[in-house]
């Protein structure tokens, strides 16, 4: 186990620091900056219409497990009738407050024309109306009506769970779920937070590899406050999945996707070495040690050297001279990703 950071000291419950009044101002600021978010989203999504009229889901459902969530579906365009295809369970994020399987459905249609994937993006009871644990057991009851869904062409021995952020977060704690652990063939999790208590946080870098400070810090203190509930153990492995006892606790093969220049990269790392029983997790702390890529004990862990939390999205947009270097390790981890994905699905047992 790597040894605490000295800049972000092990908390073990989460201990409000804030007023009833403040909370109830802060509760307003979420409001206003989710529908905020979603605005500008929208407003960024019809700028091209040509580019978005395709990244339109071609079904929105909802299930009786939990009626009041809508769900994005994609199918491939190459699915023929009677066709079934594995399933991309994708569980989207932004600091489990913001988000909506819009956010991410980009990547759904790349997955489903590009993989041939049916792709499901979920959706679940956000922050702070509704605290941990509400969306890992929304996320995982809707899993079981999914994969009850006859009108879907879905093969059920092939069911991949995926996420981004916080949904990369929900992802790991949902695999540790008894009611859905032996339905997942597959876990993928793009740059995760593993632990609230910040045992193994790697800290805030005053400036980006472009130049410009970390945004990471507005959002991990506005989830920092809005998903634990006072008194919460920030240990707890579900919060925290950095704290599972290994495999035993997270069975499937699991790639784990960070980013170089992301606060969360550390946590990651360490969480892949965990699960894979590597002895070097104690290398956390050596930022070229994070950014070699590997693969063990049915554990895949990939790093985008020098990238920002995000980088996978369109949101997230680097000045000129990255940009290129942006698209190139977004093409370089999907790649990682959908390879591996390739062989735990397809390939046969030895």
């Known amino acids: 186990m790597p040894p605490p950071n000295p800049n972000n ?6 201990q409000p620091s804030v007023g009833f009044f403040q909370n109830i101002w802060l509760c307003l600021c979420a409001f206003a900056y ?3 978010c979603e605005f500008i989203f929208w407003r960024f999504k019809f700028a091209d219409r040509k580019f978005w009229a395709a990244q339109t889901p071609d079904k929105i459902t909802s299930y009786p497990s939990r009626p009041s969530l809508s769900h994005h579906v994609f199918i491939p365009k190459s699915h023929q009738p009677g066709q079934k ?4 369970l994708l569980v989207h994020g932004v600091a489990f407050i913001v988000g909506t399987p819009s956010t991410d459905h980009a990547q759904a249609r790349f997955l489903a024309d590009r993989h041939d994937y049916v792709v499901v993006v979920l959706s679940y009871r956000r922050a702070p109306e509704h605290r941990f644990p509400t969306a890992i057991y929304d996320v995982a009851a809707v899993i079981e009506s999914v994969l009850s869904d006859s009108s879907l ?6 069911v991949v769970l995926g996420g981004f952020s916080s949904g990369a977060s929900i992802v790991l704690a949902v695999a540790q779920l008894p009611s859905v ?6 876990i993928v999790s793009f740059y995760p937070l593993t632990d609230r208590s910040g045992q193994v946080r790697g800290g805030y870098r005053s400036v980006m590899p472009w130049g410009l400070p970390d945004d990471m810090e507005k959002t991990k203190t506005l989830s920092d406050w809005g998903l634990p509930a006072p008194g919460q153990d920030l240990r707890d492995k579900l919060i925290s999945p950095y704290f599972v006892s290994g495999r035993k606790d997270i069975p499937q093969p699991v790639c784990i996707v960070t980013a170089g220049a992301d606060m969360l990269c550390k946590e990651g790392y360490a969480m892949a070495c965990k699960l894979a029983g590597r002895e070097d997790a104690s290398k956390a702390n050596d930022e070229k040690e994070r950014e070699v890529s590997w693969e063990q004990n049915g554990v895949k862990y990939v790093c985008a050297k020098d990238m920002p939390h ?3 999205h ?6 000129k001279e990255w940009r290129d270097t942006q698209l190139k390790r977004q093409d370089e981890a999907w790649g990682e990703v959908t390879g591996w994905l390739d062989r735990v699905l397809y390939s046969p047992k030895k």
């Open 314 to 319: 369109f949101w997230v947009v680097l000045q």
């Open 181 to 186: 652990q032996q339905k997942l063939k597959a």
């Open 310 to 312: 995000g980088f996978t």
């Open 9 to 14: 000291p092990t908390i073990l419950t989460h």
């Open 153 to 158: 062409p879905i093969d059920t021995d092939k």
């Open 34 to 36: 989710r529908h905020l």
């Open 85 to 88: 295809h594995a399933l991309y």
